[in-house]
């Protein structure tokens, strides 16, 4: 084997860029490929930053006066959980057509229910459909009767 008289494989060279005598280079620019069109310049530095030192402590006053507002806020809340509690009376029935557990929240001064789960539709409902069902039932029965004699 040998080596010696293998054909060496030369990569081809790219087109030298052209020099265009209508885009003028600024100062410390580079040269690029792209058309004039779809080349950028860099912005200006501009100005320098101002550090403020005291926006950590107007940041942590800040942080300090949410918590402060949320806690608040909080504590309403409860405050009114509480009063909702002393108000409304919550019960478990169960319902006698349906046989349905059935949360209620009624009024403690005037009796009146404020909500019901499942809703008093819904429990009609059922009831509609178990009697439908029961009476289905026993048609199918009584079809299914022979009676003998003898």
């Given at each position: 084997m040998e080596f010696g008289n293998a054909p060496r494989i030369v990569a081809?060279?790219?087109?030298?860029?052209?020099?265009?005598?209508?885009?003028?280079?600024?100062p410390g620019s580079v040269a690029v490929d792209?058309?004039?069109?779809?080349?950028?310049q860099s912005a200006s530095a501009g100005a320098a930053v101002n550090v403020e030192v005291r926006a950590q402590a107007?940041?942590?006053?800040?942080?300090?006066?949410?918590?402060?507002?949320?806690?608040?806020?909080?504590?309403?809340?409860?405050a009114a959980?509480?009063?909702v509690d002393e108000t409304v009376e919550?019960?478990?029935?169960?319902?006698?057509?349906?046989?349905a557990i059935v949360l209620q929240k009624k009024d403690?001064?005037?009796?009146e229910t404020i909500s019901q789960l499942p809703d008093e539709l819904l429990l009609k409902?059922?009831?509609?459909?178990r009697e439908l069902s029961e009476r289905a039932r026993e048609a199918e029965?009584?079809?299914?009767?022979?009676?003998?004699t003898a």
């Open positions: 081809p060279t790219a087109a030298p860029p052209v020099t265009r005598s209508d885009v003028t280079a600024q792209l058309p004039p069109e779809k080349t950028v107007r940041d942590a006053q800040s942080r300090a006066d949410g918590e402060r507002r949320a806690f608040t806020n909080d504590q309403n809340g409860r959980n509480r009063t919550r019960k478990l029935v169960i319902d006698p057509q349906t046989r403690r001064e005037t009796g409902l059922r009831a509609y459909s029965e009584e079809r299914h009767l022979v009676e003998r």
